[in-house]
């Protein structure tokens, strides 16, 4: 079967579509026919060799996928060949026509749900909910800040919120030209920013911050927060050594929150809940409350460009590739 592979860090010299044999199910898992399956900058984190996110080299990507069940492993009894399929693909190699994912992970997709849409689910539309919920806590009416709004997360997120009860976001992006759609209000990253975030606040603190540049953006988030606030730091776009976390004394002055979220940790630590947030979104999703846009790249030749796109800092939106 075809494959994309990553032979070693660095950038798409080192991407390549290879012939690989098709995996087999271990127990626990199934195997996949994989029709569509979402990018992710995590995709990129682990081509340019960030600690941590490729398991070994040579590393085969993609984190999420949508497909049909091709087989089952041992002990798995809840699924059944040929049932339409939203799944993890832990540790990676979802960007490949068959890939292997654990049963508990893997959730079914309802009949209306078209399979290029459910493949942004696992972990794109779950991180983004999960998120706004377990990590932040998220109230109806809450202004909502969010740094790299123009992602395929910032994305996900504006879609949701309408949903959770509706609030104010108000997104950053680091340069000016970028769409943004969903928000109320864009800033572009620099110098006097918190004075004009509060400005658009009426000069109140916001409820809560999802930030997923490492620590850059901490103090400006510490600055914009209002007491009883929420800073959830997610990710490290830059990819440098994040900088020591705020004294003591700034949290517990400003009544503030600061937390992690990690959907590489909670799939292991807690995949239950990860496979609940992919149901609820699926759930959205058929029910015709959610709609995401995605763009579409037409096959597995299609990634690594994208990936590129991703790299540099100029995707907009959620893309997902057609595998098969
Ligand atoms: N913790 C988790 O579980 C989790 C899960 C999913 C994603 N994430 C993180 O959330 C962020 C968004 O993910 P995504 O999949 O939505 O990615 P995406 O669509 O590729 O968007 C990434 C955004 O990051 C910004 N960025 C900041 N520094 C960058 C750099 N050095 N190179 C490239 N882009 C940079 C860009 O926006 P601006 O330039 O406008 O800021 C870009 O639009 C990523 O940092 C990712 O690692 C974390």
């Not at 799944?87 to 290029?116: D, N, W, Y």
Request: glycine residues 14%; aromatic residues 4%.
């Amino acid at each position: 079967m075809r494959a994309l592979v990553m032979t070693a860090p660095g950038g798409a010299e080192n991407s390549e579509i290879r012939e690989v044999d098709t995996p087999r199910p271990a127990a626990g898992e199934v195997s996949i026919d994989v029709a569509c399956a979402g990018l992710n900058f995590m995709d990129v984190m682990a081509r340019r060799g960030d600690a941590g996110y490729a398991s070994s080299w040579p590393y085969r990507p993609g984190l999420e996928i949508a497909g049909t069940v091709r087989e089952l492993g041992a002990g798995v009894t809840d699924l059944t060949v040929g049932d339409r399929v939203a799944a993890v693909a832990l540790g990676g190699g979802g960007f490949a026509e068959v890939t292997t994912a654990r049963a508990e992970l893997t959730v079914p997709v309802p009949a209306a749900v078209p399979l290029q849409l459910a493949a942004a689910a696992p972990l794109g539309l779950a991180t983004a909910l999960l998120l706004l919920t377990e990590a932040g806590r998220f109230t109806p009416g809450d202004t909502v800040l969010v740094h790299s709004a123009a992602g395929g997360i910032g994305s996900a997120v504006a879609q949701l919120v309408p949903l959770l009860g509706g609030g104010r976001l108000l997104g950053t992006v680091s340069r000016a030209g970028r769409p943004v759609p969903g928000y109320d209000t864009v800033f572009v990253r620099g110098s006097d920013l918190a004075e004009q975030i509060r400005a658009s606040n009426d000069g109140r603190g916001v409820d809560l911050v999802l930030d997923p540049l490492g620590t850059d953006a901490l103090d400006l988030d510490l600055a914009v927060t209002g007491p009883t606030g929420r800073i959830v730091l997610f990710g490290n776009a830059g990819g440098g050594a994040p900088a020591s976390l705020p004294p003591f004394g700034r949290l517990l002055g400003g009544n503030l929150t600061l937390t992690g979220f990690s959907h590489r940790s909670l799939v292991t630590g807690a995949p239950e809940k990860v496979a609940a947030a992919t149901r609820r979104v699926l759930d959205y999703l058929a029910e015709g409350e959610l709609s995401l846009p995605v763009t579409e790249l037409p096959s597995l030749d299609d990634v690594t460009g994208a990936h590129d796109l991703l790299a540099s800092g100029h995707g907009a939106g959620k893309y997902v590739a057609r595998i098969k």
